[in-house]
């Protein structure tokens, strides 16, 4: 079974027998945006998108202003974020603001000061990539420093709150209380396809991603909506020294497909079945469905169970949707990783996110095909152990 | 005086009355992409480019195909630089691509093991993005290590040699003469509209970036060409960590542009008038001789003198054009940038490049009112001196 379709898709990272889920790569929506046709698509002509600059008024001088003002509508529209006085700054993906949010909040006000390293933390389990992003270059400015619940040192230190959590789902507040420390909010996943939003988030420092929020995951389009003009100015600087800025044609792009998406959502020139979020929602909903169902009488393994809140966005009782199922292992089996990838199942491990290996989280972004020989798979090995 | 024309374009740094060239935004090319109409142009659907991944066999899983032929394709074409058995990486610009090379460089193979940061030098004057880069955030691998001519220590060490070198177009080879060190060749600028091509580069890693070879400075796409493998890797690593990848759009068109650019240069049903760089060299070569003409009998300032070489690609004995042009003040005034400063020119001084004050670095890829006001502001700058 070939998972390349020859109609212009790409192949994705699993071989004709092995399902490899250890990313989330978001195809799970292309067939929307398939649908959408003319209405999504972008021309861009040779002359235009050259330069550097694009907003030279602006803290953020790399930023197309149609991209801002499409981030902003959107909020808006859906809701889950406050956007008035915030500046926005554009990355190349989330992973990038992350990391310029990091320098912001730890570069010395004057040159030539030498302090300790500060930590940054997060609650187990906890987004695989923080501990790598962190330490990649060894830097004398931060360091990782593992699990917030278990963080106890004075001083200075950055806590990263993801809600909706990556890996598990779960929603998440700060942990940490010490009057020394600051917040980053990763709300890549705080979208109606995957969450009731209960308010809009109203926070110092608000990650998001396209890859999560469109699908769109190639453009490496992300956004921070930031309180403070001093740290927006010195996230802005770390991107204009480490890569002078952020695709235009990416940005011009993600303009338009957010522009499609909130003019579906308030019925814009558009049927009701255009609304981006219903469609992802109805999706997600199918697949949790499947999952669940797959798994109800399994004795090898079991998934959280989440409460059901209020949409401000959908306005009904909203099941949580999770872009990633945590599953875990029971009857003593130790290593879910090791488990599954016996079944030709490759998901990340749990000790990746600073959790037990009984856990092993898997993208339940991935195309159709793939996702139905999850489940094929994932049956035939309650089959096997019921048959014990 | 405005600078911003109505028709589509961006403004540029400069007020009605300050011409700003600290940067070297190559808007210069833009007519060049504007004729060019349709053949240049790129449509994007909705549904297209959306997956993280390329070409999962790759060692660069993010690289286009695409983009990876184009690039072999225009280096064959211009004959500057070796791609047979070299691997392509793709960066956001060729910025994130030289702290890619500088952690394949210095990322020790075991975990757990502490060495010295390892210095980066260059041979003064060096681009003012160096040191900024290499010291942004206080890496345990690396650290800026100044003026490649006088360094001396012993141990490892990286030497980037820029050529033509930024900012004062001379070509360079590498100076520090040790076992233990690598290099890397930023060949940004190895193009025959600024320099004859004589060979074709063959090191072990060459930076190569789309904004000064067709003026996409936008799109932020660099490319790498690696002789080893496993820096490759080490390369491909740093970027999925800190970005996940590259913007495909920007892949997408850059492959377009690239592909215009050959055909153009290869006469592929294309007017002779359609070679890019003979219309770029054109472009810079008229403006060499109106800025040496304004300079000529000036009593404040002084240029280079370059030797002409021949050049493979156009055949002909070429006069070097740099992309700047380096000023040098005479006359005992101490400061070129302050000096220019109060002719309303804004430049980059010399100290930046870690070089003598009585230095300026002026941008010639401004559009050409902006460069005109530049020849005008010269003149006038004559005028005064002589008149005293």
Known sequence: RSLSSTNGTRPTLSSNSV????????????????????????????????????????VCWFLEPELGDAIRR????????????????????????????????????????ELEPVSVVSSAPYYSSYPEVVDCLRSGLYK??????????????????????????????????????????????YWPQYTAITSAADHDIMLFTCSKCTGHAGSRIGWALVKDKDIAKKMTQYITITSIGVSKESQFRTAKIMGVICDGCQNVGSAESENFFEYARELM?????????ALQHSKCLSLFKYPRERCLFTGELNERLPAFAWLEC???????????????I?????????????????????REEDFNGVIERLLAIKGIRNGN
Chains 1, 2 share one sequence.
Not at 82 to 111: K, N
Not at 285 to 293: I, V
Not at 330 to 344: A, Y
Request: proline letters at 4%; glycine letters at 12%.
């Open 19 to 58: 399902l490899a889920l250890t990313t989330g790569d978001p195809t799970v929506f292309q067939p929307f945006w398939r649908k959408m046709g003319d209405k999504s698509k972008v021309v861009i002509d040779g002359g235009e998108l050259m330069s550097y600059f694009s907003d030279v008024g602006n």
């Open 74 to 113: 959107l909020h808006r529209v859906v809701g889950n974020a406050v956007t008035e006085d915030r500046h926005i700054v554009v990355g190349t993906g989330s992973t990038q603001l992350f990391q310029a949010a990091l320098y912001a909040l730890t570069i010395p006000a004057a040159a030539g000061v």
């Open 144 to 189: 990782w420093g593992g699990d917030a619940c278990s963080f106890d040192k004075d001083g200075p230190y950055i806590e990263v709150v993801n809600s909706p959590n990556n890996p598990d789902g779960t929603l998440r507040e700060s942990v940490v209380k010490s009057g020394q420390g600051n917040v980053i909010y990763d709300l890549a996943y």
């Open 285 to 293: 909903s199918k697949r949790w469905q499947k999952l669940r169902e």
């Open 330 to 344: 029971k009857e003593g089996i130790k290593d879910c990783e090791e488990f599954l990838r016996g079944f030709d």
């Open 346 to 366: 490759v998901g990340r491990g749990g000790k990746a996110f600073g959790a037990d290996p009984k856990f092993t989280r898997i993208s339940l972004l991935c």
